[in-house]
């Protein structure tokens, strides 16, 4: 896959980032931004800066339209707090129905196995509790073992973890 950019509309540019996280697309953004400003304040009075939102796909929203949507929220937020500033929309509700599992499972990571449990599972995902931390964009393998059946395994990367898991 291949990053591209190109002109939305107007005074509008979209940047799609495949295989980029949430996080990623941030920093990349932010770059953007912070080159444009130097730049243009560097030149003169015309003083040019970037506003702009980050979603990401399938977390924030799962059609083009409605993550462009999603994007513009958050370059409306970045507008109104000030502008020459990019924000990440994060969803406040799940996108997907989720159901209620608990079932133990082997979280095997690099070299080291985890002992862990499913705690909820839907069509974006697989909720799993864990003692210690993996970190986000980590390749996991995830290890169930149904009753009565032979082992299942996943291959999973992490796309979160809650504030209290990850410091």
């Known amino acids: 896959e291949i990053d591209t950019a190109a002109r939305y509309g107007g005074e509008e540019f979209a940047v799609l980032l495949p295989e980029t996280s949430r996080a990623g697309a941030h920093v990349v953004a932010d770059?953007?931004?912070?080159?444009?400003?130097?730049?243009f304040h560097r030149r003169g009075s015309v003083h040019e800066t970037i506003s702009g939102g980050v979603a990401t796909y399938p977390e924030d929203a799962t059609s083009a339209e409605d993550l462009l949507r999603r994007a513009d929220e958050g370059l409306y937020r970045s507008k109104a707090a000030g502008k020459n500033r990019i924000t990440i929309?994060?969803?406040?509700?799940?996108?997907?129905?989720?159901?209620?599992l608990s079932h133990p499972i082997l979280l095997?990571?690099?070299?080291?196995?985890?002992?862990?449990?499913?705690?909820?599972?839907?069509?974006?995902?697989?909720?799993?509790?864990?003692?210690?931390?993996?970190?986000?964009?980590?390749?996991?393998?995830?290890?169930?073992?149904?009753?009565g059946s032979a082992p299942m395994a996943l291959s999973a990367r992490v796309t979160g973890c809650t504030r209290s898991a990850c410091g």
Do not use: C, Q, Y
Not at 31 to 39: L, S, W
Not at 89 to 100: F, G, I, K, Q, Y
Not at 120 to 125: C, D, H, L, P, T
């Open 31 to 39: 770059r953007i931004r912070r080159r444009v400003e130097e730049r």
């Open 108 to 147: 095997r990571a690099r070299s080291t196995r985890r002992a862990a449990r499913a705690k909820n599972v839907s069509e974006g995902g697989l909720l799993v509790s864990l003692r210690e931390p993996v970190p986000v964009g980590s390749s996991v393998t995830l290890v169930i073992r149904p009753a």
């Open 89 to 100: 929309v994060a969803s406040e509700r799940r996108r997907h129905l989720r159901v209620p």
